[in-house]
């Protein structure tokens, strides 16, 4: 009788727990904020172990600009150092060059030219309908004219390489003491310096990499996702990942490019994804890791999955009744993950469940319970 009776209560330990008659219990605010207990409605959740893929953060090629020196001659002026931030214009570097000054020269002199066979023609062009000048001194003037024009052109798009179309106008309006060897080596884009290969009283060859800049407001992460979970990427899907060394931290990027081929030796496929970095809180060449799941996994009612406690070996949440008061529910659950159980049982929607310090506020409970 007695191992019957021992049967019974033990069979009816599950009932009463699936039956919600389990006492509550009530916390001062203080022991509250001192276990870090925490509640939140039950929400929808992706509940899948996701696939790490390794990843690297590194410039966006789109961001940056290579500067180069159209003109030999040599540094004059230095005026940035690796690591600056310079803007869009700013004056980087200054080249002193004999070819810069040929060139503008060669140009002034085309334009001065061209100024006064265009006088002519216009003068001689005028005067035709009137037969105050002959055909022959007038067909010279139009082919002095267009020839003066030809050389004008040619000379003035070497020209441009070197100054801006203002300041070739403002030299030829001058006075002609102006010196024509300068060349000012100018950031075409804002951003930050990451190299530069020449200093002050160094060499330069035509067509040498002088600069290097970079827009580090948007970065890329290069990703080699496995082939298993390749299929579960899209262009456009946003991906967590996380640092593997130093600080634990944690951040978003979005897909903007999928390589087509396949690595063969590492059976994974190179993934790009657009990293905002406006705060410069990230930095070129930091490893992280990311988290691969499938976008296309349905979400299910689910808790984190340090919310359930187990109370005789079934698994319960603690719900919050009331501000400081909890009672351990009964439930039953479908798919797990490292992260997230989903709930199966039927829960009000405005139902509140602890979402962390459970496993201390068991510890709590069964204290209380056991007084």
Known sequence: M???NLILATLTIPAALFGETLPSV???????EGLDISSATVTQHLVADPVIATAQIIIDPTCTRSITS???????????????????????????SREVAEVISSFLQADSKFESASILYERERGLRPQKLTTEDDFLAAKANYQQALATR???????????????????????????????????????????KTVYAGDAVETNAELFEIADLNQLLI?????????????????????????DHRKGTARVSRMSPLVNQSALSVRVFATLENAKRDWLVGTPVNVDIVDSAAQKVNAVPSTS???????PHLFIEEASGQFRPVAITTGQQSQAYTEVTSSLAADTRVVTKGASLLLAAWEERSAE
């Open 70 to 96: 159209f003109f030999s001659g040599q540094i004059d002026r230095d005026l940035v150092q690796p690591g600056d931030e310079v803007k869009a214009g700013q004056e980087l570097a200054r080249l002193k």
């Open 2 to 4: 007695k191992s019957l």
């Open 26 to 32: 009530t916390l001062e605010k203080e022991t509250i």
């Open 222 to 246: 290069e990703i080699q996702i496995p082939l298993k979970a390749a299929s579960f990427v899209k262009v456009g899907d946003s991906l967590n990942f996380h640092t593997v060394v130093g």
């Open 153 to 195: 052109t040619a000379t003035l798009q070497a020209a441009l390489l070197a100054r801006s179309k203002e300041n070739l106008l403002s030299l030829r309006e001058g006075d002609g003491i102006n010196d024509l060897t300068e060349l000012p080596i100018t950031s075409p884009i804002g951003g930050t310096i990451m190299s």
């Open 308 to 314: 359930l406690v187990k109370i005789e070996g079934i």
